[in-house]
């Protein structure tokens, strides 16, 4: 990120504060209808003091985490395998889009009473909501490994053990790493949703507690740390793709320097 770049951002989230206050001082707005920046900024630094949002943000974090990766693992293998076998693919994929259709905060009271209001609910709500973009991006970069490379390694005399670790895993991580950022906001989303509908603890919790007794600074509070939450982890799994891929990474750059020069 250059210098520019941050001194946009800067000044975007300058305007937005502004704007902010502008729209309390006109309408006259109470603190418990919509509280002022500085208000929610003291109730964070006195939540984040206490200890309770750190609290509250590692019970989220841990069933996010946990979600992305059970959902993640499940995405790959079942689209792996369907991406190899065209019979599968028509068998399977109705059903899989037809679970995808239903609304997750549909589920999610089924789920909690059939997972209890610990953990295990959550988790589970994160693994579904995270496991069709990862599936969906598994099958596509699945089959969108070089036909002829492909050929290649079979007149060489590569094993199936070969292919798979030397041409199909690297061509397909540019693009599974693509569903792994959409995978892990939603995670973020899954677990919330899961606190909504049963939990006593987690950044969901503490949002629905708030809300209840009305306190919309905390309310605030606590939507500003999820945000930080999927933000950290997104940036996180870019810094692993950029170790674990940088060709992608480099080719991407090179892609804008000859668009920039072709605009110029």
């Known amino acids: 990120m250059n210098l520019k770049t941050l001194f946009q951002q800067i000044s975007v989230f300058i305007v937005f504060i502004l704007l902010w206050k502008s729209v309390i001082y006109i309408f006259g707005f109470q603190e418990f209808i919509l509280p002022s920046p500085e208000s929610i900024f003291r109730e964070y630094i006195s939540l984040a003091k206490s200890g309770l949002l750190l609290k509250h943000t590692l019970v989220t974090l841990n069933e996010t985490l946990l979600g992305f990766f059970i959902g993640s693992l499940i995405g790959i293998f079942l689209g792996y395998i369907i991406a190899k076998s065209k019979t599968l693919e028509q068998v399977l994929s109705p059903y899989v889009v037809a679970i995808q259709t239903v609304p997750i905060i549909a589920l999610a009271p089924l789920i909690v009473i059939w997972f209890g209001f610990g953990i295990e609910s959550k988790v589970v709500i994160c693994a579904l909501i995270v496991f069709f973009p990862i599936l969906v991006n598994t099958i596509i970069g699945v089959k969108s490994v070089d036909k002829n490379l492909s050929r290649l390694f079979k007149i060489l005399g590569a094993t199936r053990l070969q292919t798979l670790l030397k041409l199909e895993i690297p061509s397909i991580l540019p693009i599974l790493f693509a569903g792994f950022k959409i995978g892990i906001t939603l995670a973020v989303i899954g677990a919330v949703v899961g606190e909504f509908v049963g939990a006593n603890s987690g950044l969901g919790y503490l949002t629905i507690y708030a809300s209840g007794l009305m306190d919309t600074p905390t309310v605030f509070a606590a939507l500003i740390q999820l945000a930080l939450l999927g933000i950290i982890l997104y940036a996180v799994i870019c ?17 804008k320097t000859v668009t920039k020069t072709n605009k110029g």
Do not use: C, D, F, N
């Open 239 to 255: 810094l692993v793709e950029r170790l674990l891929i940088p060709w992608s990474v480099l080719e991407t750059k090179i892609r």
